[in-house]
């Protein structure tokens, strides 16, 4: 009778040389990974805030021109406003500060400029107008705002023009609020991190009382109950997990094609083409990891 061979037979053992090149390999990939978040943070992030602040300026310079910028939360089809659409220009002196604030204030929207509140008018109409930017990471256009002072001026420009208002105070977390608003007063509140750049520990908010009369509010201010959650201070984006997620599976896939080349093609081969296709994976993840992060850092 004629004997079958065993399954584990059929399978050629694995070299133990063949097990420390892959363990090698997965943690190269690691480290180059904890490396690409590092990189992305300190000379990716500013580079992509700079283009996509490019983009934004272009765009909302020429609205201006030509009379067809935001100058309500609505569209004039009556439809909210994009997250990202541009709707005002912030600048502030003493910080060297002049940057196109973006609709909406989820970690996604923060990586290309500050953002603006959804439930607060826009800046220089009458009421609370509440303005939220990063710490430390792409661009971190709001780090400075606790050098500013009282009296400091800040410009803001929209579709109705240019407004001005004048720092009155700092407010950290368990410092009271400011006094309710009159009639017709507006008040323009930055928001951002407060503490070590890349391990913020509370929330600064600056409030600038407008000087002059505020401008005309055209609709309706977004209800506060209808803001959704990722827009909070120190909130981070859940909608970033799916594509953390496939974006780390591509890499383990890259790991799994970098080794399998070294064994069948060769070493300098095999990172020729590897290379690449990991550093694009390690992107994605540290792009999607700072989504997921706290809007604030």
């Not at 490396?35 to 700079?50: D, F, H, K, Q, T």
């Not at 003493?94 to 940057?99: I, Q």
């Not at 600064?204 to 009369?213: F, I």
Request: glycine share 10%; charged share 15%.
């Amino acid at each position: 009778m004629t004997t079958m061979p065993s399954l584990d037979a059929a399978i050629p053992p694995v070299a133990p040389s063949e097990r420390a090149r892959l363990v090698g390999t997965t943690l190269a990939i690691v480290a180059a990974l904890a490396l690409g978040i590092v990189v992305n943070a300190l000379v990716v992030s500013p580079l992509r805030y700079e283009r996509d602040q490019d983009v934004a300026g272009w765009a909302f310079r020429a609205q201006l021109a030509n009379g067809t910028a935001p100058v309500g939360q609505v569209t004039t089809a009556d439809r909210l406003l994009t997250p990202g659409t541009p709707v005002a220009i912030v600048t502030i002196p003493r910080l060297g500060v002049d940057d196109v604030v973006l609709e909406g204030t989820s970690s996604k929207v923060l990586l290309s400029g500050p953002g603006h509140r959804r439930d607060t008018v826009l800046p220089g109409q009458a009421g609370p107008v509440v303005v939220m930017g990063r710490h430390g990471a792409y661009g971190g256009v709001f780090a400075g705002l606790d050098t500013l002072r009282t009296g400091d001026v800040i410009t803001t420009t929209t579709g109705q023009g240019t407004a001005t208002y004048a720092v009155t105070g700092l407010r950290r977390s368990g410092d009271p609020l400011p006094d309710s608003l009159a009639p017709g007063a507006g008040r323009l509140t930055l928001v951002s991190a407060d503490g070590p750049r890349w391990a913020p520990d509370d929330v600064l908010r600056v409030d600038a009382a407008l000087v002059g009369e505020a401008f005309e509010t055209p609709n309706a201010v977004l209800s506060s109950t209808l803001l959704a959650d990722d827009e909070a201070a120190f909130a981070g984006d859940p909608d970033a997990w799916p594509l953390l997620l496939l974006a780390l599976a591509a890499l383990a896939g890259c790991a799994v094609l970098v080794a399998a080349l070294r064994r069948w093609w060769g070493r300098w081969q095999a990172w020729i083409v590897g290379v690449p296709l990991i550093a694009l994976c390690g992107a994605l993840v540290a792009e999607q990891t700072f989504v997921l992060l706290p809007n604030l850092v």
